[in-house]
């Protein structure tokens, strides 16, 4: 029999019961054999360390529900949405994907408009007093009436224009998300869903009595054993990287362009956290989103020439049963190379930016993350 597969970009940061929701719809509604994550790897599109490293969160997507896991690389995971979406896309479409389910707040919103109205002009968001996607979103609402605000709309209509460019190799399936909006900063008392941001924020003060209702087992269970992550742990790191490096070598790293190295290596010394470094860089021309990419750029040290390229390889990092024979079935006909297990020849070409991204994770917790492990296998050995 020919399996037919599902896939879903994701960072699972953490995984919780909206995804599972979300893989069992996937399921129903296309009646695939095999749901496929490409998730991100260990740092995310929001410019942020993952919580839980690409191992942990590969297994807490396996318990919950999901198949087989590839990595989305650093080069498309730490990225504006276009080039997340892009990323994603490419990954799942040389995976042989069918359908790419995709969680937004409007899943009826007018793609087609939406995508016959882009300017050919991008120069038109570029000003000094408002944010590029403030510019964007102005744009397309002025052109078409339709309001593109919640962030996973704008994702959503992201992951369309990237399929349409990429000749439409997958089938999208947007599916209208469950419980709370996508950045509340809260969990509501008695909730079964909660936002990905407010889990962090209350796993990383100790508030299992919320966390618990919203995450399964397995994910309660990691969070509550592993050691867990936020800007806070790379502080000190970035820090010395700003006040020793000269402002020419930080201008050479992807995004820190326009003046902005000036000003991170002026806040990087007076600051005494992560969090008042970002309050003096701040302006109104950059969001605090781009602001930790570009952090996460001199942090990885993180060239252009490394970050435009797309995903050159697919990393996998874990899978079921199901998972495994799927991977059997189409690793004669990939377009992109398969990698289980990252050798030194991965790690010194085309893997360089991943191991990097790893070995700056591992300084912080001392768990190996790239060469020489494994994928996953579920159900874990005991």
Known sequence: MTLQAAGIIAEYNPFHNGHAYQIRRVRDLTGADVVVAAMSGNWVQRGEPALLDKWQRTQAALAGGIDLVVELPTTSALQPAHLFAAGGVQLLAALGCRWLGFGTENPELDYETLMAHLPQDTTTFKRFDQTYASLFQGYLREQTGITLAAANDILGFFYALANRRQGDPLQLLPLERRGSQHNDAQIA?????????AIRTAALAGDWAAVAPVVPSSTLQLL??????DWS???????????SSDV???????????????RL???ALPATSFAAFMHDVKTKRYTYTRLQRQAASVLLQAKPTEMLVGPQYLRVLGYNE?????????????????????????????????????????????????????????????
Do not use: C, M
């Open 189 to 197: 008392t008695g909730a079964q869903y909660a936002s990905a941001t």
């Open 224 to 229: 509550r054993t592993s050691q867990l992550t």
């Open 233 to 243: 742990s790379f502080w000190a790191l970035l820090r010395y990287q700003l006040v």
């Open 248 to 262: 020419a070598d930080l201008h050479q790293l992807y995004q820190v362009t326009e003046g902005v190295e000036y």
């Open 265 to 267: 290596k002026k806040a």
């Open 322 to 382: 199901t998972g495994r024979a799927y991977l059997h079935q189409i690793k004669k006909h990939v377009s992109l190379p398969l990698v289980s297990r990252a050798d030194r020849d991965w790690q010194r070409g085309v893997g360089a930016l991943d191991d990097r991204a790893g070995a700056v994770r591992t300084l912080v917790t001392g768990i190996d993350q790239d060469y020489g492990r494994i994928p996953v296998n579920f159900p874990f050995s005991k």
